[in-house]
């Protein structure tokens, strides 16, 4: 099974993110060949072999890093070519969280799911019933919050940190039974 996790990371704290998925998903799938790759640095081939895409970014002015929505612009001409169909997807973003889990966490993560729907791909959400969700879980996907009570910048938290291993587990627990 070949997983690439593409993500956007100023400060280090999505990149933490994204560390915190791989290392749960080679837990529940050992044999997982994982990418990890900035998304300005993703190729289009990348996308190709992989069967499971996860992407992650920040959230930048309440939606998702230029350097993300740049390699989905760029993906757009495996959308012609329908490349990416009945491969899985599953996403990831940290906010700085002022007030809560972040201006636009949600709407960012969604605007990812979107992205792989008009793939034709098929999402894999974040279940409530695992653990770690409480801390950095939605629906959507796995997040963090970077910021500290008051937003000023601090990192994403160790549960944060579970959560998103936790995820990760899920995700390559989901993989094994739908991959060939
Ligand atoms: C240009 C810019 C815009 C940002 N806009 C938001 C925002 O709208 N909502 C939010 O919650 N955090 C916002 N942040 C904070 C980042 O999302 C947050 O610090 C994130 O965890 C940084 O991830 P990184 O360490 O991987 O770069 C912004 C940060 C930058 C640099």
Redo the contacts with the bound molecule.
Sequence with gaps: MNVLIAC????????KMADAIAAGMRVSCSTADITLKSAIDTALDDLVVADVIVFGT?????SMAWQMKQLIDRAGKLWMEGTLEGKLGAVFA?????GGA????ETTMVSLHSNFLEHGMIVVGFPKSLPGYADGGLQWGAY?R??DHTGM?AT?SDAALAAARSYGAYIAEVAVKLVK
């Design positions: 956007h990371s100023d400060y280090g704290n999505t990149k920040p959230v930048h002015m309440g940290t906010g700085g969280g002022f972040g201006g636009g966490v963090g970077s910021g910048p994403v």
